[in-house]
């Protein structure tokens, strides 16, 4: 998953969200700093029973929150999202002892973005384009 860190820039930098099921998110300033949550139609809780454990599909929860407004949610986007966000310009991902590495087409030529995690990466590639450097 991609760093909290990387995902607050990205979100800062204005990444489009166009939330869907299975899309992870978190609430900074909420108390709630260390929860992740999951888009879902549906709430799934487990619970324990004599018979042995079992998956309750609930419509509602109650420490559900009411709601809140999508732009405090900030999107924890996975590796397949940010390679769709940067689209052709798209060059490679690799994989090099201690990281990742994605490359970009950038108005220069290619660039490299590196961190030890292949999400990481693409997240820094992709700020490097919504910060117009790598347009």
Known sequence: MISRDLALRLHDAGLA????????????????????????DMVVEVRERPSGRVLAFNGTTEWALDDVEDREAVWLPRLDQLLDVLGGRFVSLIARSGGHVVRIEARQGEEEHVD????????????????????
């Open 116 to 135: 030890v995690e292949a999400a990481d990466a693409a997240a820094r590639a992709v700020l490097s384009v919504l910060a117009g450097l790598g347009s």
């Open 17 to 40: 969200w166009s939330p869907a099921n299975g899309d992870r998110f978190w609430l900074p300033d909420r108390e709630l700093d260390e929860a992740v949550f999951i888009v879902s």
